[in-house]
């Protein structure tokens, strides 16, 4: 071997032991406060560790980034470790508050992590649309020196049963995806079984169709040499045809069982018995275990033979737990070696007593190791996230229309961004899945063009067919289209939500979707907050108030999962004022890098910035006067404000969020012809609201006993005996917490139920939610005249 060769083994040998030993000191040794298992994944780091080592020390460079096999997060750990990026006392804490985390984390983890994995699949996913991003910031002229890498994808093979992974194949292949790579760990076990045989077949299969180049590693040094010795064919031809089971069965029993096999099926036939002969019971089962995946020299020679930027799958075949006693047991997923195991494989490691955390214990040339690893590519810049300056927001400004709806007033904002030529409207880059038109899009796009690499003319318009959508393509085109599949929207607004960090420009991404299917994508959505990326979400239409389309593309729940996502602020205007301001806000708060102490006037730890959730409507709404002091700019950034400030005798407070505006406004002034002192609260973030509550609680228990929210200063100005009225077209729970902040008893109006077609009158009147509903409401609730 070259010296490459062996000191790329010396690596592989001291990530396997550091993985294994962190895992086993966090289980086995550390103290348990809960007396429950730790875990960890032994096994599934093991199958990764040539593949791992052979692609960090040979094959990366530092424009290159990876999405971790969640599984495998102990071998990534262990390698920032031996590189002398990550301290002991987080590697004993593996698990443990404060220490690594347990799959790799952009936002937990201090170890230089490219992309946050743990929903399997989608980990997997954003490196085919990071690769997408790369390409549209680099066609751009603000881009065009940006560092271009490989976006590479480490998967197991169960990771192929989550569907989100074909969706993100055919959106590559429609966008000529390049320099992608997605190396699949083929140990053929998952935690529940073993795989299906002849599934590479048809592994390989899907991706040729999908124009991948499909690499097969299945065989490792010490086995291709074998099969060029006499009977070496008869030996390929047995392995070939093994059981997927019964060769992990096999590994797990060790040589002298893969003798007695190898010569009750091959029988005495001269050549093939004499290469098992030759070969202790030791070497026998290190050559049937030397498959491709876990030869460190095979890994690193397939890697360099890649001379092209297309997508390319590796098929490495692994033996999952390889190298350790528990390699091939079936029940290897979650199981961990006992301390027996563990100080039986330390011997055969050479590991002293004593030496277990020594990054560089039995290593025979230290000095040597470290100089190799000084000079590997990929290490030579540390920490690789860049940063990039807050672009100048501009003003942003309401359509003069007399009445319209927040969907309309967003495109018409979009497609006045769209004329200006200033630093943030170069970087929004839109998107949608299929619904641009429908979601008022189009106005953007008519000016601001779609993107391909390759410029492609509207036929229509060659062909002067008359339409309002100008679908022309251009590698400087602002919006990139995808297909109906949500979880690509999401996937890709988190790919393009890094792109400050990972490539040091900054994008302003904006998807918009129908909001019912933000659940369709949650998983994706949730994916892409838990890494800190940074993107407005619109859904619109929103809620039954979509009428004509039916229950199916009614959204309910929408309200509550603005509210309860991490990460996500969530917003719900009625008019196209507040929809302006909170839009104006939101580009600056996506660019928020977490500088700074929670902010003193809203107690809310999410200043710091994030991404940010519209759900808007269709139903045009009478806009208010013109309004711009700075109380109703700031009650609509923190999430309420008086549209009819209540008296010092206020009876009753109807609190509304979103499209019913126009039916608890009309509500009040039927009530007011019996009640003078009757407050509107206009809501247009429940999110923010609670998020400011729960904040303010929790710095008063820490000692601020000034502290206080802005819901809190809101609700202060009533009597003790008023009562409160909320209503939106959403769950009523998004709301109906209000009442809990003072003490005020609290009737709550909303949609529980899927809704049905109709008119916009007669879902709002089935629902309790037209003004009728609420006028009644107050009156049985502050004793009045029914309505």
């Given at each position: 071997?070259?010296d ?12 396997l032991w ?7 000191n ?5 103290p ?7 875990g960890?994944?032994?096994?599934s780091?093991?199958s990764?560790?040539?593949?791992m ?9 530092p ?9 495998a997060?102990?071998v990534?750990?262990?390698?920032h470790y031996?590189m ?12 443990g508050?404060?220490?690594?985390q ?6 937990k ?10 929903s ?7 490196t085919?649309?990071?690769s997408?991003?790369?390409d ?16 590479v994808?480490l998967m197991?093979d169960?990771?192929l049963d ?27 076990q998952?935690l529940?079984g073993?795989v ?10 899907i ?16 086995q291709?040499a074998?099969?060029e ?8 031809g047995?392995?070939d ?5 019964e060769?992990?069965?096999l590994t797990y ?10 010569m009750?099926?091959?029988g005495?036939?001269?050549?093939v ?11 026998l089962a290190?050559?049937?275990e ?7 020299q ?12 297309r997508?390319?799958c ?6 999952k737990?390889?190298g ?11 199981g961990?070696?006992t301390?027996?195991?563990m100080?039986e494989?330390?011997?055969?490691m050479?590991?002293?007593e004593?030496?277990?955390?020594e990054?560089?214990a ?9 100089a190799?690893?000084a ?5 030579t ?11 100048a ?6 359509p ?8 309309t ?6 497609g006045?961004l769209?004329?200006d ?10 998107t949608?899945?299929d ?11 008519n000016?601001?063009?779609l ?7 509207d036929?229509?318009?060659?062909h002067?067919i008359?339409?309002t959508?100008?679908?022309?393509f251009?590698?400087e085109g602002q ?9 690509n ?21 904006i998807?918009t979707?129908y909001?019912?299917?933000?659940h369709r994508?949650?998983d994706?959505?949730n994916?892409a907050?838990?890494?800190?990326a ?7 239409p929103?809620g ?6 039916g ?14 996502q991490d990460?996500?602020?969530?917003f719900?205007?009625?008019f ?13 708060y ?8 929670p902010d ?7 200043e ?7 759900r808007?409507t ?8 013109k ?5 109703f ?6 999430g309420?404000y008086?549209l009819?400030?209540p ?8 609190a509304?969020?979103?499209a019913?505006?126009?039916e608890?406004?009309a509500s009040?002034g ?7 002192d009757?407050?509107?609260l206009a ?7 609670a998020a400011?509550?729960?904040?303010a ?10 502290a ?8 202060a100005?009533l009597?003790?005996?008023?009562r409160?009225v ?11 917490w ?7 008893r ?6 529980e ?7 916009i009158s007669d879902?709002?009147r089935?629902?309790?939610i037209?003004?009728i ?12 005249p029914?309505f």
């Amino acid at each position: 071997m070259t010296d490459e060769s062996t000191y790329l083994k010396t690596v592989e040998q001291r990530l396997l032991w550091l993985s294994h030993w962190m895992i086993h000191n966090a289980n086995h040794i550390r103290p348990k406060a809960d007396g429950i298992k730790v875990g960890g994944h032994q096994a599934s780091s093991a199958s990764m560790v040539s593949i791992m080592t052979a692609l960090y020390f040979s094959a990366l460079r530092p424009e290159d980034r990876v999405a971790v096999k969640p599984h495998a997060s102990p071998v990534f750990h262990a390698m920032h470790y031996l590189m002398g990026n990550l301290s002991r006392e987080k590697m004993e804490n593996f698990r443990g508050y404060g220490g690594v985390q347990s799959y790799p984390s952009r936002t937990k983890d201090t170890d230089d992590v490219d992309f946050s994995t743990g929903s399997v699949g989608l980990g997997v996913a954003i490196t085919s649309f990071a690769s997408l991003v790369q390409d549209y910031i680099r066609a751009k002229p603000w881009g065009a020196e940006a560092p271009a890498g490989r976006m590479v994808a480490l998967m197991g093979d169960a990771e192929l049963d989550e569907g989100n992974i074909y969706e993100a194949l055919q959106e590559g292949w429609k966008n000529n995806l390049r320099n992608c790579w997605w190396i699949i760990d083929y140990n053929r076990q998952s935690l529940d079984g073993i795989v299906r045989e002849g599934l590479f077949e048809r592994i390989e299969k899907i991706f040729d169709a999908f124009g991948w180049d499909v690499m097969r590693v299945k065989y490792g040094r010490l086995q291709r040499a074998a099969f060029e010795e006499p009977g070496g064919d008869a030996l390929r031809g047995w392995i070939d045809r093994c059981p997927n089971a019964e060769y992990s069965a096999l590994t797990y029993m060790g040589g002298a069982v893969w003798r007695r096999r190898l010569m009750e099926d091959l029988g005495d036939q001269g050549p093939v018995s004499a290469l098992i002969e030759r070969r202790s019971d030791a070497a026998l089962a290190e050559l049937m275990e030397n498959l491709g995946g876990n030869c460190v020299q095979t890994m690193a020679e397939t890697f360099a033979a890649i001379d092209h930027d297309r997508p390319t799958c590796i098929l490495a075949y692994t033996i999952k737990g390889w190298g350790t006693p528990i390699a091939g047991h079936k029940d290897n997923h979650g199981g961990l070696m006992t301390k027996a195991q563990m100080a039986e494989w330390q011997v055969r490691m050479g590991v002293p007593e004593g030496a277990e955390w020594e990054p560089l214990a039995a290593v025979r040339d230290p000095d040597g190791l470290r100089a190799f690893l000084a000079r590997v590519p990929f290490f030579t810049r540390y920490p690789r996230r860049f940063a990039e300056d807050r672009l100048a927001v501009p003003a942003i400004a309401a359509p003069a229309d007399r009445e319209i709806s927040t969907q309309t007033a967003f495109g018409k904002m979009l497609g006045e961004l769209a004329r200006d030529t200033g630093p943030l409207a170069v970087r929004i880059v839109t998107t949608s899945p299929d619904v641009t038109g429908t979601t008022s899009l189009g106005p953007w796009v008519n000016r601001r063009k779609l993107f391909a690499r390759k410029a492609q003319a509207d036929a229509f318009i060659e062909h002067r067919i008359p339409s309002t959508a100008k679908w022309e393509f251009a590698p400087e085109g602002q919006h990139i289209e995808l297909g109906i599949a949500e979880m690509n929207l999401f996937v890709l607004l988190g790919a393009a939500g890094l792109a400050h960090s990972l490539w040091g420009r900054r994008l302003i991404p904006i998807g918009t979707v129908y909001d019912p299917f933000v659940h369709r994508g949650l998983d994706a959505l949730n994916y892409a907050c838990y890494q800190d990326a940074r993107f407005i979400i619109v859904g619109t239409p929103s809620g039954v108030t979509l009428a004509p389309e039916g229950g199916a593309h009614q959204s309910v729940g929408t309200p509550l999962t603005g509210m309860a996502q991490d990460g996500l602020a969530a917003f719900e205007p009625a008019f196209a004022d507040e929809l302006a301001v909170i839009l104006e806000w939101a580009f600056d708060y996506l660019q928020r890098d977490g500088e700074g102490d929670p902010d003193e006037r809203t107690w809310l730890r999410d200043e710091t910035g994030g991404s940010v959730y519209l759900r808007l409507t269709t139903q045009p709404l009478e806009q208010p006067g013109k309004r711009a002091d700075d109380r109703f700019r700031q009650g609509a950034i923190d999430g309420a404000y008086w549209l009819r400030e209540p008296g010092p005798n206020c009876s009753v407070v109807i609190a509304y969020q979103g499209a019913v505006a126009a039916e608890a406004i009309a509500s009040a002034g039927l009530v007011g012809e019996h009640r003078r002192d009757i407050g509107v609260l206009a809501v247009t973030s429940a999110d923010r609201l609670a998020a400011g509550w729960t904040a303010a609680q929790r710095a008063r228990a820490q000692g601020n006993a000034t502290a206080q929210s802005h819901i809190e200063r809101l609700l202060a100005l009533l009597p003790e005996t008023c009562r409160i009225v909320t209503v939106l077209d959403g769950h009523p729970a998004a709301l109906a917490w209000l009442g809990s902040v003072a003490g005020h008893r609290t009737i709550v109006h909303g949609v529980e139920h899927f809704g049905q077609t109709g008119t916009i009158s007669d879902l709002h009147r089935h629902f309790g939610i037209d003004r009728i509903a609420i006028s009644n409401s107050v009156a049985k609730f502050t004793y009045g005249p029914d309505f």
